[in-house]
């Protein structure tokens, strides 16, 4: 069984750029989740996705937005990117199942913005 | 909106000493409610979960909606438990709602 995994580990843009990051889930999770962590704070939910479909968001404008594939991997995509989209990027995965289910995160995506 | 409040960025303790980390949380039903825990270079990952009831790694958390709080136990802190700790409560649907983190140092 292989845990979450994304990629890249780091990442530098440019303001006005567009990025995607990519999370593969956990084998057997049918749910992503996406976090935004800035420097000393704790993880932002941006939104989570179920079988392709997004099934709930946070406080994050539309040009986040993301997919998940039949695989139940998972792309993360910013465009216009700004300088506080500086940020550490989470991805999670979990099985199907209620509010108390645990989730697994990957090791994160280091997105710098200049 | 649901709020998970943190009080403490550090807390610092000898090995030995009991450990008590703070969180809050604000929501009028039924929460789920869990700690979340991240050790030096490591990926974030689950502690405990306030259903299960169980303590983790000597670790234990009682939910009081009295005082809307789930603060983090441990009667004797270990070196290992140097960490960092987020509390974080489910805002339905398996997205979590997470407190800004408190850094746990266990001193020799």
């Known amino acids: 069984e292989t845990g979450v995994t994304q990629s890249p580990t780091h990442l530098i843009k440019t303001r006005g750029q567009q990025v995607t990051l990519r999370c593969s889930s956990q084998?057997?999770?049918?749910?992503v989740s996406w976090y935004q962590q800035a420097l000393g704070q704790g993880p932002q939910f941006i939104f989570q996705y179920y079988r392709e479909e997004e099934n709930g968001r946070g406080n994050f404008p539309p040009r986040f937005s993301g997919l998940q594939f039949p695989n139940y991997s998972s792309e993360l995509n910013v465009n216009a990117l700004e300088l506080d989209d500086s940020a550490l990027y989470l991805c999670?995965?979990?099985?199907?199942?209620?509010?108390?289910?645990?989730?697994?995160f990957g090791q994160g995506t280091r997105l710098t913005v200049v | 909106a649901q709020r998970v409040t943190q009080p403490e960025k550090l807390l610092s303790v000898f090995k030995g000493a009991p450990v008590e980390l703070k969180c809050n949380y604000s929501?009028?039903?039924?929460?789920?409610l869990f700690w979340y825990v991240q050790y030096s270079r490591q990926r974030l990952q689950l502690l405990l979960r306030h259903i299960s009831r169980e303590s983790i790694k000597g670790f234990t958390a009682d939910l009081n909606k009295g005082e809307t709080s789930f603060h983090l136990k441990k009667p004797f802190a270990q070196e290992e438990d140097s960490a960092m700790y987020y509390c974080?409560?489910?805002?339905?649907?398996?997205?979590?709602?997470f407190g800004s983190g408190t850094r746990l140092q266990v001193q020799p």
């Open positions: 999670a995965s979990s099985p199907g199942g209620g509010r108390d289910t645990e989730a697994f």
């Open positions: 084998s057997g999770h049918n749910t």
């Open positions: 929501y009028s039903g039924s929460p789920e």
């Open positions: 974080a409560q489910s805002t339905g649907r398996r997205a979590l709602t």
